[in-house]
């Protein structure tokens, strides 16, 4: 056998590896990075309802792999996107909220906003509604903190907070969201109430994930009339 044989199957090798390599690179890129639209008013309101439950449960139950994975999930089924940019996102979107978790203060709190830029930016260069991504991402950090600070709020402050997000998002008037932000608000009390005096439930559970729904549903009517 020839003592070129086995250089030549070496470099045969190599080149066949790169190749693979810059194919899976060119993929990659594609997939982070080829322009899609989303049609941000077409979600599902029960599915979006029955992710946000289980996110729920993971960020309580300080579950960060579920979290991160649930928010994938919906990034990929509600707005379209694809594998490899719903992980990207969906990171954006975990480590935010699990920096918010860790702090005491607003200024603690507002360490979590460059992610949630991020997530929101990422989400606007998809979306058929040109909303403010910079405006997006402070409000959805604010009923974070209202949420959080709920005893020093008034009753319905959390309400709006939450319809004045999705006003931002889809180009609607507040008070057509308010019963959105109402029932999710709704959901978030059920929660919290029964943490505090002893654990939730399976049955609260469902009742937090029915009140989800009617929320979005009320969401999904409110954008599209």
Not at 41 to 66: C, G, I
Not at 181 to 190: K, S
Request: glycine share 4%.
């Amino acid at each position: 056998m020839s003592s070129q044989t086995p250089k030549r199957a070496r470099k045969i090798l190599i080149r066949v590896i790169a190749l693979v390599l810059a194919l899976l690179i060119c993929g990659a890129l594609y997939d982070l990075y080829y322009p899609r639209t989303t049609r941000m008013r077409e979600f599902d309101p029960d599915e979006v309802a029955r992710l946000e439950t289980a996110m729920w449960r993971s960020y309580y139950e300080k579950r960060r792999v579920q979290l991160f994975n649930q928010l994938a999930e919906l990034l990929r089924t509600q707005y379209r996107m694809s594998q490899l940019r719903s992980n990207q996102v969906a990171y954006y979107g975990a480590n935010a909220a699990f920096v918010f978790k860790q702090g005491q203060q607003r200024s603690d709190y507002e360490k979590a906003l460059p992610d949630l830029v991020k997530f929101y930016d990422a989400i606007r260069k998809m979306s058929d509604i040109p909303f403010d991504v910079d405006r997006a991402a402070r409000l959805e950090l604010e009923w974070w903190i209202i949420h959080r600070q709920r005893a020093q709020h008034p009753p319905g402050d959390l309400d709006k907070a939450l319809a004045e997000l999705q006003a931002e998002i889809y180009h609607v008037p507040v008070d057509r969201l308010m019963e959105h932000g109402r029932l999710r608000a709704e959901a978030m009390t059920i929660r919290d109430t029964k943490a505090e005096n002893g654990g939730v439930t399976e049955a609260d559970w469902s009742r937090i994930n029915e009140l989800l729904k009617e929320s979005w549903q009320s969401l999904a009517k409110a954008v599209k009339s």
